[in-house]
C-alpha cells in the first residue's frame, strides 16, 4: 500500500462518506482510496464548483466537507470556492496533490500553502510516509474543532512511496468522528452575572443571532431566555429560519429587514449578539444601533468580539450553554419581564413580519420590447405558494438575490444556504447541488441570477447526472443588475454590464433540464407539473424578470464598497 492508499483509507475511516472534486493525475490514487473505503465521489465539471459543492454539503450536513484537487491548476481552479469556505469558516478539508519538493521545474509548481494563508484556509502537509496517518488526523482535528478550511498537500513522491504498515490511526481519531470534539468553553460566572445584569435592566432587547447560533444548537436556549427577560428574535441572513413559527421572531436583521424589524431593532434598548459578528450587513452600518443602545457580544471566537462594531460587554462562549447559564442566572434571581413584548408587537409582526407581507405596485407587464417580464417579487411570491415547505434555498449573488432570500420561506436555521462571504457570483447553482446531496429529503431550489448562472452553467451537467430534483430559478434581467443600477444613475455607459437575451430554457434543455421560460404568473403551472411528477432531473425555470428598479437593499450594499 502506497501512502496516497494509505490516506484515502484513513479518511474512509475517520467517517468520510462523501468527497467532491474532479481528478487529475495528482489526486487519482487518493480519490479511488476513499472510494474504495466507501465513500461516495461526486465528480463536478470544475473545480470552483467542487470546492462550493463540498462547503455547502458540510453546512447542511453538519459535519466535515471534503475535496480533492489535482496540484497547480486544480487548486488555482478552487480557489474562490475555498475562499468563501474559509471566510464562513467552513470544517473544509481540501485534498490537493502537492509537486514533489525536488521537481523544481515543474510547471505545476506554485506555492500551495501561500495560496491557502492567502485567502484565510490553513496549510498543512503529508510530510512522509511515517507521518502521515498523524498529518491526516491533524488536519482533520483543525478542520473540525477549530471550523476552518484546511490545505492538506499531498506531495507526489510522498504519495507514491511505500507506507510503513497498517492503516492505524493514531490515538486522536476514531472511525465515526475525524477528532474528539474538545468540550466548548463557556464564560465565567462573573461574565454571566454582568450579562444578567444587563438583561434583567432592559426594558426593549433584542437578539440577533448568527451563525454561530445556529452551529451550537442554540434554538432553544435563547428562545428561553427571550422568554424569561422579553427580548425579540433576530437572525443574520445566513442563519435565517432559526427562530422560524415564534410569536416574536423578527426575521432577518440587517439590509434585508422588513421595515417593522429595523424599527423594532433599532428601537431596541439592548442588543445582544449571539454568535454573530456584527458586521455593516447586519446592523446597516451601524444604524440598527440606537444611540443609547447597550451592544453586548457572546462568541466563541475572541477575535469576532468587537471586531465590526463597539461593544460595552463581550462573553466568549459557545452561544448555547452561555444561553443556558443566563436563563439559570435570571431565574435563580426570580427575575421574569416582559420586555419588549407584547400584543401589540405580536400582531404587527403577524402581519407585517414577511417581506411578502409588504404592500407593493405589481410591475409585471411588457417591456420596451414589449417582450413580457414578470415582476420578481411576484414571481417569488407564487413559487413561495407552489412549493413544499420542506425545502433548502440555496441563493447566488447579484441584484436579484433578496428576492429568493426573503420572499422565500424557510423551514429551519438550515433552510437557506447562503455562500455569500466573499460576494462572488456565480456560486449558487454549486451551493444547491451540494445542499441537495446532503439533504436529499428536501426539494432543493437554486436561486440564481442570469450572470451567475452562466458563469456556472456546466455544473447543470453534474445535476442532471446525479439524478438531482433541483429546482433552478434564473432571475434573468440580461445584466449585471447590480451594477446597472449602481452606476447606471450617474449616466455611466451600461455596455460592459448588459448583455442580448439568452435562451435560458434551451440551454438548461440541452443539458437534459426539464426547461420553462416564464414571462407572467400562468408559466408557472409548468413548475406545478414538474413537482407532481417524478423529480428525477432539474428544472430550468428561465424567469425574465422586470429591470426598471434596483432590489430595495442594494443601495446598502454598495455602501460596503
Same mark, same amino acid.
Given at each position: 500500500m502506497n501512502v496516497a492508499e494509505a490516506v484515502g483509507a484513513a479518511l474512509a475511516r475517520l467517517g468520510v462518506d462523501t468527497v467532491f472534486g474532479v481528478v487529475g493525475s495528482g489526486n487519482f490514487h487518493v480519490t479511488n482510496a476513499l472510494v474504495a473505503g466507501g465513500a461516495t465521489f461526486v465528480a463536478a465539471r470544475h473545480e470552483g464548483g467542487a470546492a462550493t459543492m463540498a462547503d455547502a454539503y458540510a453546512r447542511v450536513s453538519g459535519g466535515l466537507g471534503v475535496l480533492s484537487v489535482h496540484q497547480g491548476p486544480g487548486l488555482t481552479n478552487a480557489l474562490t470556492g475555498i475562499t468563501e469556505a474559509a471566510k464562513s469558516r467552513t470544517p473544509l478539508l481540501v485534498l490537493a496533490g502537492e509537486v514533489a519538493a525536488s521537481a523544481v521545474r515543474s510547471n505545476f509548481r506554485v506555492d500551495q500553502a501561500a495560496l491557502a494563508t492567502a485567502v484565510g484556509a490553513v496549510a498543512e502537509r503529508i510530510h512522509s510516509p511515517e507521518t502521515a496517518l498523524a498529518d491526516v488526523v491533524r488536519a482533520s482535528r483543525t478542520a473540525v474543532a477549530q471550523r476552518r478550511t484546511v490545505l492538506l498537500g499531498l506531495p507526489l513522491d510522498v504519495q507514491a512511496a511505500e507506507h510503513p504498515g497498517p492503516v492505524v490511526l493514531p490515538a486522536a481519531g476514531t472511525s465515526a468522528q475525524p477528532v474528539p470534539v474538545p468540550l466548548l468553553p463557556v464564560p465565567p460566572p462573573g461574565a454571566i452575572a454582568r450579562l444578567a445584569d444587563a438583561l434583567a435592566a432592559a426594558e426593549r432587547p433584542v437578539f440577533v443571532a448568527g451563525r454561530g447560533a445556529r452551529l451550537s444548537g442554540a434554538r432553544e436556549p435563547l428562545r428561553e431566555l427571550a422568554g424569561r427577560c422579553g427580548a425579540l428574535l433576530a437572525t443574520s441572513a445566513v442563519a435565517r429560519g432559526l427562530f422560524g413559527g415564534d410569536d416574536y421572531d423578527l426575521d432577518v436583521s440587517g439590509g434585508f429587514a422588513t421595515p417593522v424589524a429595523a424599527e423594532l431593532i433599532s428601537g431596541a434598548d439592548l442588543l445582544v449578539g449571539w454568535g454573530c459578528s456584527l458586521n455593516m450587513w447586519t446592523l446597516r452600518h451601524g444604524a440598527l444601533v440606537g444611540e443609547r443602545t447597550t451592544v453586548v457580544q457572546v462568541d466563541l471566537d475572541a477575535e469576532a468580539l468587537g471586531a465590526h462594531h463597539p461593544v460595552a460587554l463581550s462573553l466568549i462562549g459557545d452561544v448555547a450553554e452561555t444561553a443556558r447559564l443566563a436563563e439559570a442566572e435570571l431565574a435563580a434571581r426570580g427575575h421574569r419581564a416582559a420586555g419588549y413584548r407584547s400584543p401589540e408587537v405580536a400582531g404587527r409582526l403577524a402581519h407585517e413580519g414577511r417581506w411578502r407581507d409588504q404592500p407593493y405596485k405589481d410591475e409585471s407587464g411588457a417591456d420596451a420590447t414589449g417582450a413580457g417580464r414578470i415582476d420578481p417579487r411576484t414571481l417569488t411570491i407564487a413559487l413561495d405558494d407552489l412549493l413544499p415547505r420542506e425545502r433548502t434555498v440555496a441563493v447566488d449573488s447579484g441584484n436579484f438575490m433578496g428576492y429568493p432570500?426573503?420572499?422565500?420561506?424557510?423551514?429551519?436555521? $438550515?433552510?437557506?444556504?447562503?455562500?455569500?462571504?466573499?460576494?462572488?457570483?456565480?456560486?449558487?447553482?454549486? *451551493?444547491?447541488?451540494?445542499?441537495?446531496?446532503?439533504?436529499? $429529503?428536501?426539494?432543493?431550489? =437554486?436561486?440564481?441570477?442570469?450572470?451567475? =448562472?452562466?458563469?456556472?452553467?456546466?455544473?447543470? !451537467?453534474?445535476?442532471?447526472?446525479?439524478?438531482?430534483?433541483?429546482?433552478?430559478?434564473?432571475?434573468?434581467?440580461?445584466?449585471?443588475?447590480? !451594477?446597472?443600477?449602481?452606476?447606471?444613475? $450617474?449616466?455611466?455607459?451600461?455596455? *460592459?454590464? *448588459?448583455?442580448?437575451?439568452?435562451?435560458?430554457?434551451?440551454?438548461?434543455?440541452g443539458f437534459g433540464c426539464a426547461a420553462v421560460t416564464v414571462r407572467e404568473p400562468a408559466d408557472l403551472a409548468a413548475v406545478e407539473e414538474w413537482l407532481a411528477g417524478p423529480r428525477d432531473r432539474p428544472l430550468v425555470v428561465a424567469a425574465k424578470v422586470t429591470r426598471d428598479r434596483p432590489a430595495w437593499w442594494l443601495e446598502e450594499a454598495f455602501r460596503g464598497h
Open positions: 432570500a426573503m420572499f422565500l420561506g424557510v423551514p429551519d436555521g $438550515d433552510g437557506l444556504v447562503f455562500t455569500q462571504a466573499f460576494q462572488s457570483i456565480g456560486l449558487g447553482l454549486a *451551493t444547491a447541488i451540494g445542499a441537495a446531496v446532503a439533504r436529499p $429529503d428536501r426539494l432543493t431550489v =437554486a436561486a440564481l441570477g442570469d450572470g451567475g =448562472a452562466l458563469m456556472s452553467i456546466a455544473e447543470l !451537467e453534474t445535476a442532471v447526472r446525479l439524478g438531482l430534483g433541483l429546482l433552478v430559478v434564473v432571475y434573468d434581467d440580461e445584466a449585471y443588475g447590480a !451594477e446597472v443600477h449602481h452606476f447606471g444613475p $450617474d449616466g455611466h455607459d451600461l455596455g *460592459t454590464v *448588459t448583455f442580448p437575451p439568452a435562451d435560458l430554457a434551451a440551454i438548461g434543455r
